[in-house]
């Protein structure tokens, strides 16, 4: 039975996996290299506390013990002693990924079990990075965490039935719907999102309408929840790219990346976390 949950990575998506498995009743600690990230997680789930308690989603007393259940740390050695499930949530670059992996594979116990947030890397390559591949398996979070009712569960070659069915109920009591499917780049929804947002910035860049204009036909004519690029705002144009270069390399030319998306990028337009990416924002933003 899961009890602690250590999540690895305090960045956007981090930070919001911490938060729906403190709520959730999970001991959650949350780690990161950087301690101005850890603060600055710290300081943003004041606020998604607050708006829980204000949006009457939360009480005051399931915040304190939320809050209670959750710390913070920069020593992954140490946190995941005494694991039950480790969560990752740091860069998607395999070279980080696998230092972290081996690192918790070295610390964690035989029974812990492990999941990555991966947007679209292979859960089975992540697994070979601990020598418990059947203890691995994706769980696909969506931005922003608390808000989104989805986990997407990636299985990888390797992974268990017990895997699966454990974290799919760790999943559960942390509130979520899941789909359980099997690993294939980018699995169901990356695949799909990264090939609209791509095309939309060829679209931009080929002058068919002005970033609001494509935004509203995609809202309101297939009624989207969000434009395109209100959406790559908010995941971030660097990481969209990333997961773009890894399909394209996968699967061909059609994920292509659009050149103006790696010109915003270069440009260090990366959407809300830096106050502009296709809108600007005026200042730093944080989750809403
Ligand atoms: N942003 C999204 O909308 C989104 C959605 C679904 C999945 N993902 C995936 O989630 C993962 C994290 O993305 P993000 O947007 O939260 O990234 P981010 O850049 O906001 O955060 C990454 C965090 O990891 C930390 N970190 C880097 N190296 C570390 C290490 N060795 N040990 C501990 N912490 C380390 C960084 O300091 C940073 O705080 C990626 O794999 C990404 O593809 C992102």
Redesign the pocket.
């Known amino acids: 039975m899961i009890k602690k949950i250590v999540v690895?990575?305090?960045?956007?998506?981090?930070?919001g996996i911490a938060y729906v498995s403190a709520v959730g009743g999970f001991r959650t600690v949350l780690?990161?290299?950087?301690e101005e990230?850890l603060t600055n997680?710290l300081s943003e789930l004041e606020k998604v506390f607050q708006k829980g308690i204000e949006k009457g989603k939360i009480s005051a007393a399931q915040q304190e013990e939320a809050k209670g259940l959750l710390s913070y740390s920069t020593e992954?050695a140490d946190a995941v002693i005494d694991a039950d499930l480790v969560i990752?949530?740091?860069?998607?670059k395999k070279e980080?990924?696998q230092?972290?992996f081996e690192t918790i594979a070295q610390h964690a116990n035989e029974s812990c079990f492990f999941a990555?947030?991966?947007?679209?890397?292979s859960p089975t390559e992540i697994g070979s990075y601990t020598n418990r591949p059947e203890r691995l398996i994706a769980m696909?979070?969506?931005?922003p965490v608390y808000k989104m009712p989805l986990v997407e569960i990636v299985r990888g070659l390797e992974t268990s039935d017990e895997t699966a069915e454990v974290v799919s109920n760790a999943a559960r009591q942390m509130g979520k719907e899941t789909v359980v499917v099997n690993e294939f780049p980018g699995f169901v929804t990356?695949r799909i999102s990264t090939l609209v947002g791509n095309e939309a910035f060829y679209m931009l860049q080929e002058g068919v309408g002005t970033p609001e204009e494509i935004d509203k036909a995609i809202k309101l004519g297939l009624n989207y929840p969000m434009g395109p690029f209100e959406l790559v705002d908010?995941?971030?144009l660097?990481?969209r790219l990333?997961?773009l270069k890894y399909l394209h390399e996968k699967l061909g030319e059609k994920y292509r990346p659009a050149p103006l998306l790696e010109q915003y990028v270069k440009a260090g337009r990366l959407g809300r976390?830096t106050g502009r990416g296709v809108y600007d924002y005026g200042k730093k933003e944080v989750l809403k």
Request: glycine share 10%; hydrophobic share 40%.
């Open positions: 690895v990575g305090s960045g956007v998506m981090g930070r780690v990161d290299i950087s990230q997680a992954l990752e949530a740091v860069p998607e980080i990924k230092q972290v990555t947030n991966t947007s679209t890397m696909h979070f969506f931005n990356s908010m995941v971030g660097d990481v990333n997961n976390k």
